[in-house]
């Protein structure tokens, strides 16, 4: 049985999405402001987080931050805000989906469903498949991390993504868009800065530990993997 957390300020949603959610045969804790959705998170162990963005105490987006610092779990935003950028911020934190207020429960658990399968799917890789390398940096698909001379480079989820994409293909060029639709699924609300920002704290991430600079710009075009600047 996965466990869900979910923070939402609204009490009768928050009844409703849990009645519905545990008559799916899901566990769900819930919480009603950021603050006492970040003590629950560092108590137990949760296979995704629902999260209201307009919070009192602790808004969802600072909530998402402080989890990303810490942990890759599949995250989804519930907003009353419906434009595009809205939904930008949101991917930029590092939620993998949005969903706008009011909402259908059967979309939220669709939507659920899928990035259940999405993480399923990298875990379920075959050991022939399970890893791959560059030089000396190893991304292992099962477990989910980044090595670098044994060294974990933690990475989150969309990060992680990134990195796999690119790493199977040295000196590939990527569109910004090709980046964006293989890792969070489709073109709606697509943006160039979403992927720019990911790309840019995954190079940075990288760097730190390697000191070497694995991720490079093409202008004007998107990014690609290996090869020299």
């Known amino acids: 049985m996965k466990k869900l957390l979910l923070v939402e300020d609204e009490r009768v949603l928050a009844k409703n999405v849990s009645f519905f959610l545990k008559k799916e045969g899901y566990e769900i804790d819930v919480a009603y402001d950021g603050v006492e959705g970040w003590e629950l998170f560092q108590k137990k162990h949760y296979d995704l987080l629902l999260l209201d963005w307009m919070m009192p105490k602790k808004d969802g987006l600072d909530l998402c931050r402080d989890v990303r610092q810490v942990s890759d779990v599949p995250i989804i935003m519930l907003t009353a805000k419906s434009e595009v950028m809205d939904k930008v911020i949101g991917l930029e934190v590092g939620a993998d989906d949005y969903l706008v207020k009011p909402f259908h429960q059967r979309e939220l658990l669709a939507r659920m469903h899928a990035l259940f399968r999405r993480n399923d799917k990298i875990q379920s890789r075959t050991t022939s498949n399970r890893f791959i390398r560059y030089e000396k940096l190893e991304l292992d698909k099962d477990e989910m991390v980044v090595r670098y001379k044994e060294e974990s480079i933690p990475l989150t989820v969309n990060e992680f993504k990134l990195l796999d994409v690119m790493m199977k293909h040295p000196g590939k060029v990527f569109y910004r868009e090709a ?15 979403t992927v720019d920002v990911n790309v840019s704290r995954l190079r940075k991430k990288l760097n ?3 000191g070497e600079n694995y991720l490079h710009a093409v202008r004007g075009v998107g990014y690609r993997f290996g090869g020299n600047p």
């Open 208 to 210: 730190e530990v390697t």
């Open 179 to 193: 980046l964006f639709e293989r890792v969070w699924g489709d073109s709606m609300g697509y943006n160039d800065r």
